[in-house]
């Protein structure tokens, strides 16, 4: 959908509509929240095989079995969970009062919804990326809009023509780019009540930049490279088979894959021949359908450039793959392992995002503890142990936005576990409750009764005003 209209123009009527629909009904009921999520769980019922349809034209070539499980069976799971648990959310909380407050008061707090919110979608999971938050803004009540990536164009184009059969603009509205880039801006500048945001994270300086002339507050979901530590006690087979599964997913275009393995010296060689027969196993051909493809030329040619980097730097590149090579111009990268890398390296300074897998030998895992502290702290940290203090140890020793011990990208899928980032992996959470509160304003309110505490300590600050203070202080408050 294409239109000679300035960005401004195109956004701005729709905007309007939502702040003015959300001022008509500042807090709705559960039940109207609900519909809206059935509404949503119905969209992607009607128009399933269209979005997986759409998303493999988006990519060139992806399985419709891992859009359906990595992100339409997602979706619906996490709105599911959502229409179950929204009585709860949106129940008042009682909260406690002071000496001061008693005994007549009372004090409480009830979630209401922000108002607006804009959600900024990248194109690796475009379904679940749009749907996810979407799932916590319009549980809390919220209006949306939508703002799909030029690299998700057909289903973007597809969302824009089915969603008006099931949402009033004025609620949910999507909205992708022409191709100038002129979109995303005037997008990201509107005085959205919250946005939300997942990309990279110099993108994110700018959206959240922009979002500073409004005040308006953001969540920033971005990557970093997550790394992984294979313990000496723990299988090196099944560690290789858990992280090739992570690393081929989606082709590694995940912002929670393993973006580095360290593992034990002794074991390097061990590990390269697990991953080898693994991928024997599970990727016989490439050009089968079930491996996904690099999602446009630019990218596919970035990751070719930082193989050749690697390789001119002194790292040994280990193709895993030994099946057909591809066929056409499908943008499919077998999947590699790179030994001895090291700083110097483009690989080991960006995120890789692609599948191709650094191990990295170590003989101290406190040196290595150390290693992963000096960096940006990542998205996620994995760690591969059977020894619980270790596992424990490790987790605590270092900071990320999110743990998976024994299992990578899993824990990004759980409903109940609040997703987000640390520092250069971002801030705020969302998924479930959490996500729920990010798009609600939770608010406080104090109620006073008929008697009134406050009229003892009221002044002259002498006589009763005093005794009265002097029994606060000795009860502690």
């Given at each position: 959908?294409?239109?000679?209209?300035?960005?401004?123009?195109?956004?701005?009527?729709?905007?309007?509509?939502q702040q003015r629909a959300h001022l008509k009904n500042l807090t709705p009921d559960v039940a109207a929240r609900r519909a809206?999520?059935?509404?949503?769980?119905?969209?992607?019922?009607?128009?399933?095989?269209?979005?997986?349809?759409?998303?493999?034209?988006?990519?060139?070539?992806?399985?419709?079995?891992?859009?359906?499980?990595?992100?339409?069976?997602?979706?619906?799971?996490?709105?599911?969970?959502?229409?179950?648990?929204?009585?709860?959310?949106?129940?008042?909380?009682?909260?406690?009062?002071?000496?001061?407050?008693?005994?007549?008061?009372?004090?409480?707090?009830?979630?209401?919804?922000?108002?607006?919110?804009?959600?900024?979608?990248?194109?690796?999971?475009?379904?679940?990326?749009?749907?996810?938050?979407?799932?916590?803004?319009?549980?809390?009540?919220?209006?949306?809009?939508?703002?799909?990536?030029?690299?998700?164009?057909?289903?973007?184009?597809?969302?824009?023509?089915?969603?008006?059969?099931?949402?009033?603009?004025?609620?949910?509205?999507?909205?992708?780019?022409?191709?100038?880039?002129?979109?995303?801006?005037?997008?990201?500048?509107?005085?959205?009540?919250?946005?939300?945001?997942?990309?990279?994270?110099?993108?994110?300086?700018?959206?959240?930049?922009?979002?500073?002339?409004?005040?308006?507050?953001?969540?920033?979901?971005?990557?970093?490279?997550?790394?992984?530590?294979?313990?000496?006690?723990?299988?090196?087979?099944?560690?290789?088979?858990?992280?090739?599964?992570?690393?081929?997913?989606?082709?590694?275009?995940?912002?929670?894959?393993v973006d580095h393995v360290y593992v034990p010296t002794a074991k390097i060689d061990a590990f390269v021949r697990a991953a080898?027969?693994?991928?024997?196993?599970?990727?016989?051909?490439?050009?089968?359908?079930?491996?996904?493809?690099?999602?446009?030329?630019?990218?596919?040619?970035?990751?070719?450039?930082?193989?050749?980097?690697?390789?001119?730097?002194?790292?040994?590149?280990?193709?895993?793959?030994?099946?057909?090579?591809?066929?056409?111009?499908?943008?499919?990268?077998?999947?590699?392992?790179?030994?001895?890398?090291?700083?110097?390296?483009?690989?080991?300074?960006?995120?890789?995002?692609?599948?191709?897998?650094?191990?990295?030998?170590?003989?101290?895992i406190n040196a290595v503890v150390t290693e992963i502290n000096s960096r940006p702290r990542p998205l996620a940290f994995y760690?591969?142990?059977?020894?619980?203090?270790?596992?424990?140890?490790?987790?605590?020793?270092?900071?990320?936005?999110?743990?998976?011990?024994?299992?990578?990208?899993?824990?990004?899928?759980?409903?109940?576990?609040?997703?987000?980032?640390?520092?250069?992996?971002?801030?705020?959470?969302?998924?479930?409750?959490?996500?729920?509160?990010?798009?609600?304003?939770?608010?406080?309110?104090?109620?006073?009764?008929?008697?009134?505490?406050?009229?003892?300590?009221?002044?002259?600050?002498?006589?009763?005003?005093?005794?009265?203070?002097?029994?606060?202080?000795?009860?502690?408050?």
């Amino acid at each position: 959908m294409t239109t000679d209209l300035p960005p401004i123009d195109r956004l701005q009527p729709v905007f309007a509509a939502q702040q003015r629909a959300h001022l008509k009904n500042l807090t709705p009921d559960v039940a109207a929240r609900r519909a809206s999520l059935d509404r949503l769980a119905a969209m992607l019922d009607a128009h399933w095989s269209d979005m997986t349809a759409a998303v493999q034209r988006d990519f060139g070539v992806r399985n419709a079995f891992e859009t359906e499980l990595t992100e339409l069976m997602q979706a619906k799971g996490a709105i599911k969970e959502a229409k179950r648990s929204l009585p709860g959310w949106c129940r008042p909380k009682k909260r406690k009062l002071s000496i001061l407050e008693f005994p007549t008061a009372s004090a409480w707090t009830f979630p209401q919804p922000v108002g607006v919110v804009g959600i900024i979608v990248p194109w690796n999971f475009p379904i679940a990326m749009a749907v996810q938050p979407m799932i916590g803004a319009l549980a809390a009540g919220n209006r949306v809009m939508v703002k799909m990536s030029e690299n998700s164009r057909n289903l973007a184009e597809l969302l824009q023509q089915i969603s008006p059969k099931f949402f009033d603009q004025d609620e949910v509205a999507f909205f992708v780019d022409d191709g100038t880039g002129t979109i995303g801006p005037a997008f990201s500048a509107l005085p959205f009540n919250h946005i939300f945001f997942t990309g990279s994270a110099d993108t994110g300086r700018k959206v959240m930049a922009s979002a500073a002339a409004n005040l308006t507050p953001v969540t920033l979901e971005l990557g970093g490279k997550s790394p992984a530590i294979v313990a000496d006690d723990y299988s090196i087979e099944r560690a290789a088979e858990r992280i090739l599964w992570s690393k081929m997913l989606n082709s590694g275009q995940i912002c929670t894959s393993v973006d580095h393995v360290y593992v034990p010296t002794a074991k390097i060689d061990a590990f390269v021949r697990a991953a080898k027969a693994w991928v024997h196993k599970h990727i016989p051909d490439v050009n089968n359908g079930d491996f996904t493809s690099i999602i446009d030329d630019r990218s596919f040619a970035r990751l070719q450039d930082t193989i050749a980097d690697a390789r001119e730097h002194g790292a040994e590149i280990i193709e895993l793959y030994e099946g057909p090579a591809p066929t056409g111009e499908t943008r499919v990268l077998p999947p590699k392992l790179v030994l001895n890398a090291n700083t110097t390296m483009r690989i080991m300074q960006r995120e890789i995002f692609g599948p191709v897998l650094p191990v990295i030998a170590y003989d101290d895992i406190n040196a290595v503890v150390t290693e992963i502290n000096s960096r940006p702290r990542p998205l996620a940290f994995y760690v591969f142990s059977d020894n619980r203090k270790l596992q424990d140890r490790l987790v605590r020793s270092t900071i990320s936005g999110g743990v998976g011990i024994n299992e990578p990208v899993v824990q990004a899928g759980i409903h109940d576990l609040p997703f987000g980032g640390s520092g250069d992996s971002g801030m705020g959470h969302y998924h479930g409750h959490e996500g729920f509160l990010t798009f609600s304003k939770l608010r406080p309110v104090f109620r006073q009764g008929p008697v009134r505490a406050l009229d003892f300590v009221l002044p002259p600050y002498r006589g009763r005003s005093a005794q009265v203070l002097s029994i606060i202080k000795k009860l502690g408050g």
